[in-house]
């Protein structure tokens, strides 16, 4: 499966956006301090530096890390100019600006920026996100959206406590539990769900109720688990129609089942006809698709 194209990762931004959890991301923005160092596991397309600058985050230093090449080239091109057409102030980073970026940097990173929305800097690189947390330190912020059930939770936990300075915030949203779930009901409903769920428990590392679980893992570390709220993804037509480009969203979801489930050891006899069914009600405007997820918000230890 596939996730990390970049119309896939754009279509469901809207989806996203309705999903978070306002209570998680209101007590970030009371804990968060000003002029706050972040880094960003799993950056995809860059859509947490618009989310900052709207939430009125507007001077510090952000660090985007993704493994996808094409991913983080189309977030350094992209991700300027929308937000330039939102009307925030965008500068691209001559010497100066890195000079003074790195010079505010808590740890001496010296990597620079790719440019500056305001006054707050940014840069998107390639490279092992878990890697890149381990060899970081003194981060304000560690943010990992739907990223956490992608990897092995005691790992990725470990990783972002290294990353973050005492009493540093993780802000770890859509994270995902356990639930898919499409509309209208299909005889062959419950069998697709169970082979899906089994096929990305049994990718290494993956973890199918992930949320849940790094609850738990929060809760018996020695920091604080601050919060946590449903962020269900709720994608529905209106009238026969999908916003933006959720139709699109919703043609991958079904296109990752039928990779998943196709490939399983656990077969679905009726999985065909599912398929035909599934997509004749999305090309109608008919179906509905909800998952199950979480948002977190832990701070590390104190000390």
């Known amino acids: 499966m596939n996730h990390a194209r970049p119309r896939y990762l754009e279509s469901k931004r809207s989806i996203d956006d309705r999903a978070l959890s306002r209570r998680v991301r209101e007590r970030l923005l009371t804990e968060l301090p000003h002029d706050p160092q972040i880094v960003e596991a799993g950056c995809g397309t860059g859509v947490t530096v618009s989310r900052l600058r709207s939430w009125g985050i507007d001077s510090g230093r952000y660090r985007g890390v993704d493994t996808d090449e094409r991913i983080v080239s189309f977030a350094r091109d992209v991700r300027p100019k929308t937000l330039r057409r939102r009307g925030y ?58 990223f956490a059930d992608l990897v092995s939770l005691p790992r990725f936990v ?23 779930i499409f509309q209208p009901d299909h005889p062959a409903d419950d069998a697709v769900e169970r082979a899906y769920h089994a096929a990305i428990d049994a990718r290494p590392g993956r973890d199918v109720r992930a ?40 043609s991958r979801i079904l296109g990752f089942v039928e990779e998943a489930v196709g490939s399983a050891s656990q077969s679905v006899e009726d999985l065909d006809s599912w398929l035909r069914t599934r997509r004749r009600q999305l090309e109608r405007g008919e179906l509905t698709y909800v998952a199950h997820q979480y948002d977190l918000l832990y701070r590390a230890p104190p000390g």
């Open 211 to 250: 949320g849940r679980h790094l609850v738990d893992l929060c809760r018996r570390r020695e920091g604080t688990l601050l919060t946590v709220g449903s962020s269900d993804w709720v994608v529905r037509p209106r009238g026969r129609r999908y916003p933006g480009d959720e139709r699109y969203f919703l």
């Open 158 to 180: 470990s990783a972002v406590e290294s990353a973050l300075r005492p009493a540093g915030l993780a802000y770890l949203p859509i994270t995902f539990d356990g639930g898919t």
């Open 89 to 146: 102030r965008v500068s691209n980073a001559g010497r100066a600006h890195r000079e003074e970026m790195a010079a505010r940097s808590t740890d001496g990173d010296a990597l620079g920026t790719d440019f500056a929305v305001g006054d707050l800097g940014v840069r998107f690189e390639v490279g092992d996100a878990l890697e890149v947390l381990d060899a970081t330190t003194g981060r304000d912020l560690v943010v990992a959206q739907a």
